[in-house]
């Protein structure tokens, strides 16, 4: 007799679901299977989630809602014959309680009081100095042995801050710190904070670390809380309130010698740099040390030493030195010059270039205090910096694979990491793309005929690239500003080859990309020439598609100017995140305007064009706004609108195919496979027969987007999204070949597209893992009274209307947004 697998598997889950957890458990023990807190008077906030992180002992992991460990456990434990007292025990259930079992948590009454005073520290820290907390237990289970604790928080009214007073000792440290109150991390008539206090210490203590004062902690201030008679002092809503006042003074440090070296003011004065730093070159044999001045940087007047690694030459046995280092390069990005005052965001600046430079593995830098040059009557000191760097591997060989659902990506590159040895990296990459566009085809028109067949089930695309990258702007050296985050040029040469539409296309351009803080980054390419090259099978496999969308894969030379800008808003302790990208590009003008010159424009033709190739002029902009706000460790909400639009100046008013907007696919409208829905309300049937439905990739001029995702965990790395996407494409002119399908402002909002869905992700930090599953609820390029999923036509229509249940399954790495 055959035995299913499954009716195995759903036996062995019944057997264990029907040993209870509790079963074995002794008189007086409990499982506690729930923490909850409630805060009766205070609602509509935020700021009391974290609580339940706070509470002991934590519960039994949980898989969908089951405790499938703690019944392993129990079903795992060895029985005892009642009779004889022999204890039976077994391989298979050792290795069940012990490597897949887990002991239910026990209800704690010691815990439950340590959970309580955690609350209570909490609550105070927020400032509700009045609030009472009460632990309810409620025993549930068919044998009561189950256990809940309810934690009801009564936080009554908070207090607020009435006054900021300063009692600073020390003359030098009062002054900076006054100057600056206006930047004070908690102000008058905000909600008493403590969390506010300790990053206003760590603040102030930067600030004067900031201005010389190497030897400065913020073990010198403290915050001192007065809520005596606060019942007395009211603010105009009725809060109780407090004074604060920040003290300052030397009380606290034990040594005398630390008091006095407190308030000396240090600056930088010599620099050792080991290049290629290893615990094993402490021997003089092994290294040379090279003095350098960098004579062409203005108001550099730093001596520095390079420590750099010897060889030993072969036959002669002479030492040769090995320079693996231009020393202007780490000159330049060194912020520790000779003169400056001592701060922590000059070791902060030198850091992050050192590490921007991509060629060290560890970056140590510690300060030596030259006791000869202190001057104890006007309390300054000198101090040595030392750079210990530890490199990286010159050469990197990697590879990397994408999938999705519409197509499967390999690539593999290598790179040198110092080629000119001024940290320039050359990096050459390979690569291959699968598109599975036919299957997704036949999602969409499943039972939809089609009297030519033009693409193979599968095709895809190879190519690469070579890029070659310095650590600065390659033109304009000298204007760049030493306290910006970053520079950087790119040089970049490309091919690829689409047999799909049988098109080859290369490209070379030039990007420079700079950094002014840790929030904005600037990206512009001030030329990128690109040229498309089709064949006779690019317009064979086109041609059902309409007359307009042919003129897309034109033999083709794109000579652009592009620009992005990237703002990212994440204050500091915050849930919330902001981020806002903007693309720009401008196409042809250049072209055009030479000819223009040398008056070879002929205004009778439709397309312009150079050297053969048909040069098209657009002007395009892309809006991206991305939000995200955590709302504890284990949910979070996130949503992107994107605008795009394209304007062509050519005569014939089409955008290139590679520079066109669509819509769907994994990281888009979920609901649609890519390039599969739009443009607006166009219905791609066969002009001559509405009988036949032509498939073609659908692009369009302007894009407009809005998806929403609530993200949660369901255990460990095993998480779920909830989402809803909005969306389509347009054209920006009216065609007669494509009814519906231009932006006209009194018709768009109808023809918005929606799709809502649910996905699973396996999270592994480094890379997720992700399935959704999007299903169309209304789709305008159906008649009217068919477009929404919930009639009853839906999946039975061969008009290209339909909204088929497979449509929307979307497999992915990494998120979608």
């Not at 498939?695 to 790395?717: A, H, P, Q």
Request: charged share 25%; hydrophobic share 35%; proline share 3%.
């Amino acid at each position: 007799m055959k035995i299913s697998p499954s009716l195995v598997i759903l036996s062995v889950s019944l057997l264990l679901f029907s040993c209870s957890s509790t079963k074995i458990l002794r008189e007086n023990e409990y499982m506690l299977t729930k923490n909850s807190v409630v805060v009766e008077d205070v609602k509509g906030t935020t700021q009391f989630d974290d609580i339940i992180y706070l509470i002991r002992p934590e519960l039994n992991k949980k898989f969908l809602g089951m405790n499938i460990a703690t019944a392993c456990y129990a079903y795992g434990q060895p029985k005892k014959d009642t009779l004889t007292g022999i204890v039976k025990d077994s391989k298979f259930k050792k290795w069940l309680r012990e490597s897949r079992g887990e002991a239910p948590v026990l209800l704690d009454s010691a815990l439950i009081t340590y959970s309580l005073e955690q609350i209570s520290i909490f609550m105070r820290k927020r400032g509700y100095f009045n609030s009472s907390t009460a632990a309810n237990v409620v025993f549930k289970g068919k044998d009561g042995k189950k256990a809940n604790v309810n934690y009801v928080i009564t936080a009554h009214k908070p207090y607020f801050i009435r006054e900021v007073k300063y009692n600073i000792a020390e003359a030098d440290f009062r002054k900076i710190i006054l100057l600056d109150s206006a930047n004070r991390l908690f102000k008058i008539g905000g909600q008493y904070d403590e969390n506010d206090f300790s990053e206003e210490r760590k603040r102030l203590a930067n600030m004067i670390r900031n201005e010389g004062y190497y030897n400065f902690t913020n073990l010198y201030l403290t915050i001192e809380v007065d809520t005596f008679a606060s019942s007395q002092h009211l603010n105009r809503q009725g809060f109780p309130t407090v004074s604060i006042t920040i003290i300052g003074n030397t009380n606290l440090y034990k040594s005398e010698d630390a008091k006095k070296n407190l308030l000396y003011k240090y600056t930088y004065d010599k620099v050792y740099v080991y290049t290629n730093y290893n615990t094993e070159m402490e021997h003089a044999a092994t290294f040379d040390t090279t003095q350098f001045r960098s004579f062409r940087t203005k108001n550099d007047s730093t001596t520095y030493y390079f420590i750099t690694p010897i060889n030993t030459r072969q036959f002669t046995k002479q030492y040769q030195l090995v320079k693996d280092f231009k020393y202007k390069t780490l000159t330049d990005v060194i912020a520790t010059k000779k003169g400056i005052l001592f701060s922590t965001e000059s070791y902060e600046r030198s850091y992050r270039k050192l590490n921007d430079l991509q060629n060290f593995n560890i970056i140590n830098i510690d300060y030596i205090e030259n006791p000869l040059k202190r001057d104890s009557i006007n309390k300054t000191g000198k101090l040595d910096v030392r750079y210990r760097l530890v490199r990286r591997k010159l050469h990197d060989f990697g590879g990397d694979l994408t999938a999705r659902s519409d197509r499967t990506d390999l690539s593999f590159n290598y790179s040198n990491r110092n080629i000119f040895k001024g940290a320039e990296r050359l990096t050459i990459n390979v690569y291959g793309g699968v598109v599975y566009q036919d299957a997704l085809k036949k999602k969409n028109e499943d039972d939809v005929t089609s009297t030519t067949k033009t693409t193979p089930d599968v095709y895809g695309d190879i190519g690469g690239s070579v890029t070659l990258e310095f650590p600065r702007l390659f033109i304009f050296r000298r204007s760049q500003d030493i306290n910006a985050l970053r520079y950087s040029t790119y040089f970049t040469a490309g091919a690829n080859y689409s047999w799909q539409y049988s098109r080859l296309m290369m490209n070379i351009a030039m990007t420079y990309n700079w950094s002014p803080n840790v929030f904005v980054n600037h990206s512009l390419t001030p030329i990128s020439i690109s040229t498309i090259d089709t064949s006779f099978k690019t317009f064979r496999f086109t041609q059902n598609y309409p007359d307009s969308y042919r003129k897309r894969f034109l033999k083709e030379m794109i000579v652009s100017f592009r620009y992005s800008f990237n703002y990212l808003l994440s204050p500091q302790n915050s849930k919330n995140s902001f981020r806002v990208t903007l693309d720009l590009e401008s196409s042809g003008l250049v072209v055009y305007g030479l000819n223009r010159l040398t008056n070879e424009v002929n205004h009778n033709k439709l397309v312009w064009s150079v050297l053969g190739y048909n040069y098209s002029s657009f002007e395009k902009g892309e809006l991206t706004l991305r939000y995200s706000r955590n709302m504890n460790k284990k949910r979070s909400f996130v949503a992107r609108f994107n605008f795009g639009i394209a304007y062509a100046l050519d005569l014939d008013k089409e955008i290139p195919f590679d520079k066109s907007f669509y819509v769907g696919g994994a990281n888009s409208m979920r609901g649609w496979g890519v390039r599969t829905l739009g443009p607006g309300s166009y219905n791609p049937l066969n002009q001559n027969d509405n009988d036949i439905y032509y498939y073609f990739e659908r692009v369009g001029d302007m894009k407009m987007e809005l998806n929403l995702e609530y993200r949660g965990t369901i255990y460990k790395f095993f998480k779920y999204g909830i989402f809803a996407d909005l969306g389509n494409i347009w054209n920006t002119h009216k065609n007669d070949n494509l009814p519906g399908a231009n932006f006209q402002i009194n018709q768009f909002y109808k023809q918005i597209a929606i799709d809502v869905g649910i996905g699973l992700r396996l999270d592994f930090n480094f890379f997720i893992v992700r399935l959704d599953y999007g299903l169309p609820i209304y789709n305008p390029s159906v008649p009217k009274a068919k477009g929404y999923w919930i009639n009853k036509n839906w999946g039975n229509s061969n008009h290209g209307d339909k909204l088929h249940w497979t449509n929307g399954i979307q497999f992915a790495i990494g998120h979608a947004f």
